[in-house]
């Protein structure tokens, strides 16, 4: 109604005319209708305030110091005088610059720009330009040329890269994981390339078990993936194995795995729901997805079960490769395991490294029992950058013999099989021979102070295995890479005293791993000098020369 | 004398010539300098670098037609180089009066060609008066 819009119009009020006069501005001027302290513009204050003032904090003021004549106004206390006084001049000021401004045309030139004053038909188009967190100063015509460019070309993306959701005919594949809480979200796409592993819950019941899509193997294979994203050229997931998990926990393998066997209810059970994935996708080194398949975990669900936990899992293979776990691509990164190996014989022509999970460089595991002879065996991977200390306690009595003791703790020391080689990258494939880097076997007796009498019982017992793994930062600045240099494995031996019968003795056995960084400081290189290059013509100084 | 030809107005286009680049520059020069350090929009640029073209394009006929017409002794081409004159006037004063920001050193340059042109084209009359009489 009319009436409103004229209460608007009221309502709305143009902002205040900025004020140009020098005499009338006064920026210390903070208290309305009282007198600033020491502020000599100030209007409000009368004589008597100026005699207490001890100096002006505002003693010119003047517009923009680029014009070339100005009027500024000075304010100045005159302090000789009794009282003190306040001298106010208005002056010219002049800017002696060849390149002040003498004239502008563009009035806006000199002063800010006022803000728009919010109303009623300007408030949506003000909230889209200054509403969210950020806006840009630029004007919004580039905005709407950026927009123009995004559409991608469809030519483009002809492969898949790294961590691009895998696309299927109808949207990705899945790969159900817990989001915030641990129930499976069905919208979580896998990556390419990114090797994943979840383990979620999800809530089922006996009587609607053939209805719910995701206890049914179809669900996971009914949809092909796309050779390379945008295409039309599919693969189709096949089924590689089905185990068959029964209720006590069994797993069977099933010989054929061609039929598709879908959940159904059996005796008030649920028999064939999906209890785990495992897809094992095959690319080739261009991005392109070649081979797809699925082992299934199937299971039965029963009455009272309210739900259930699926674990599902993808990993990528190249094609025509052997899948060795990479430590790193190229240098190692920290948290994975050493990669080590043996030399097959054939030495000294170096041949291809035999390189596989049981050749790791691993370290003697603590267990809860302590004792070294007891538990052997249980050995932990060395993991690169992550420096650990393990032991055990052995117990010596008068009975033992000392090389079948030295032999054992040498085995618990080592491992069963304590390699020779260690690669010095995290990819380092087993055919590039100089990408290896031997493992030096130092040994050490500790010396007691009685030297005599070690010539008497020369049994010495290894007592503490110490790896040290030397690293230096290779490559570029901005992205260094660990390679390893060095590693040395030093075992300390001690001498075994001769115990008198029934008395035995603790002796302490430990294990160390050491990641020293051996790395240079970077040396800053700088390009060589530019050299002027001045070859005067042949004759130059022709009549003089 | 037989010699119509004006001394004192070919000195004058000569040293025109050599200082009309030294303006040229300068000023081209100097938008570029209020361009980095003050405010100036894209469309208060846009005329002022036309007109300092617009007058680098009429000085080269100006004065080629000033040279020629006054040692071939012709009225011709020295009137049209008066015509020319007339435009170039215009657009200096524009430079001096209405360009966006008009710096001192603006208006020494664009005074002292005014005052260039404006002896030129006395010079030029009374040329004129002389091949045409």
């Excluded at chain 1, 006022?114 to 806006?135: H, R, V, W």
């Excluded at chain 1, 066997?261 to 999906?274: F, G, S, T």
């Excluded at chain 1, 400081?521 to 530019?530: D, F, I």
């Excluded at chain 2, 002794?73 to 015509?83: H, N, W």
Aim: charged share 15%; with cysteine.
């Amino acid at each position: 109604p009319a009436d409103i819009r004229d209460a608007t119009q009221a309502r709305v009020r143009s902002p205040p005319a900025p004020v140009t006069d020098v005499a009338r501005l006064c920026v210390c001027d903070l208290l309305v209708a009282q007198c600033d302290v020491n502020c000599c513009c100030d209007p409000d204050c009368s004589p008597e305030d100026f005699s207490l003032f001890t100096s002006c904090s505002v003693p010119v003021v003047t517009g923009d110091s680029q014009l070339c004549s100005q009027k500024a106004a000075v304010y100045s206390l005159d302090v000789e005088a009794n009282p003190p006084e306040r001298i106010f001049k208005l002056i010219d000021q002049v800017n002696p610059s060849i390149f002040c401004i003498h004239a502008t045309n563009y009035k806006q030139a000199l002063y800010l720009k006022s803000p728009e004053i919010p109303t009623p038909e300007n408030f949506d188009q003000l909230l889209d330009k200054f509403g969210g967190a950020t806006f840009s100063a630029e004007p919004d015509s580039w905005n709407l040329d950026r927009d123009a460019q995004n559409p991608p070309d469809a030519n483009e993306t002809s492969r898949y890269e790294y961590g691009v959701p895998v696309q299927t005919e109808d949207a990705f594949l899945r790969l159900p994981s817990p989001v915030v809480s641990s129930w499976c979200s069905d919208a979580n796409p896998a990556g390419f390339l990114v090797n994943q592993a979840t383990k979620c819950i999800r809530s089922v019941s006996v009587e609607k078990c053939d209805s719910i899509q995701a206890l049914s193997m179809l669900f996971y294979i009914n949809s092909s993936i796309l050779a390379v994203p945008k295409s039309s050229q599919m693969v189709n997931i096949t089924v590689q194995s089905i185990v068959v998990q029964s209720l006590n926990g069994m797993r069977t393998l099933l010989s054929s795995s061609d039929v598709l066997r879908l959940p159904m209810v059996l005796d008030e059970l649920c028999i064939n729901a999906v209890l785990g994935v495992n897809y094992h996708i095959t690319h080739t080194d261009t991005g392109e997805i070649i081979e797809a398949a699925a082992a299934f975990v199937l299971g039965a669900i029963s009455k009272e079960t309210l739900s259930i936990e699926q674990s599902f899992e993808i990993s990528f293979t190249q094609e025509n490769t052997q899948p060795v776990p990479l430590s790193g691509n190229p240098g190692y990164v920290v948290g994975l395991p050493v990669r080590a190996g043996f030399q097959p014989q054939g030495y000294p022509f170096p041949a291809a490294f035999l390189s596989n999970k049981h050749s790791q460089l691993t370290i003697l595991h603590s267990t809860s029992t302590q004792d070294c002879l007891a538990a052997q065996g249980a050995r932990a991977p060395v993991l690169f950058g992550y420096n650990m200390i393990s032991g055990c306690k052995l117990r010596i009595t008068a009975a033992m013999k000392c090389q079948p003791l030295a032999q054992t703790l040498l085995d618990v020391l080592k491992g069963q099989s304590f390699p020779e080689y260690v690669a010095s990258f995290g990819n380092s494939q087993a055919q590039d021979v100089l990408d290896w880097v031997p493992i030096t076997q130092l040994h050490i007796s500790e010396q007691n102070e009685m030297v005599s009498h070690t010539l008497q019982s020369s049994c010495q017992i290894p007592v503490s295995l110490g790896i040290e793994v030397k690293w230096t930062k290779y490559g570029s600045l901005v992205n260094p890479q660990a390679r390893i240099v060095n590693v040395t494995a030093t075992i300390t031996t001690t001498t075994l005293k001769q115990l008198p019968s029934g008395r035995e003795r603790i002796i302490p056995i430990t294990s160390s791993v050491v990641f020293t960084d051996i790395s240079s400081p970077a040396e800053p290189s700088y390009k060589a000098w530019p050299t002027i290059d001045i070859k005067l013509p042949f004759d130059f100084f022709y009549p003089f020369v | 004398s037989s010699q119509l030809s004006s001394l004192p107005l070919q000195i004058l286009l000569y040293v025109n010539g050599i200082y009309y680049i030294f303006y040229f520059l300068a000023t081209l020069a100097m938008i570029i300098y209020k361009s980095q350090v003050f405010s100036y929009p894209d469309d208060l640029l846009a005329p002022d670098l036309a007109v300092l073209f617009l007058m680098a394009i009429l000085e080269v006929p100006r004065l080629y037609l000033g040279f020629k017409g006054n040692l071939t002794e012709a009225e011709a081409p020295l009137g049209l180089s008066l015509g020319l004159t007339v435009g170039s006037v215009v657009l200096c004063v524009y430079l001096l009066l209405w360009q966006t920001y008009v710096l001192w050193a603006d208006v020494l340059l664009n005074a002292l060609l005014l005052s260039a042109y404006g002896l030129e084209s006395g010079l030029k009359v009374t040329a004129i008066a002389a091949f045409v009489s």
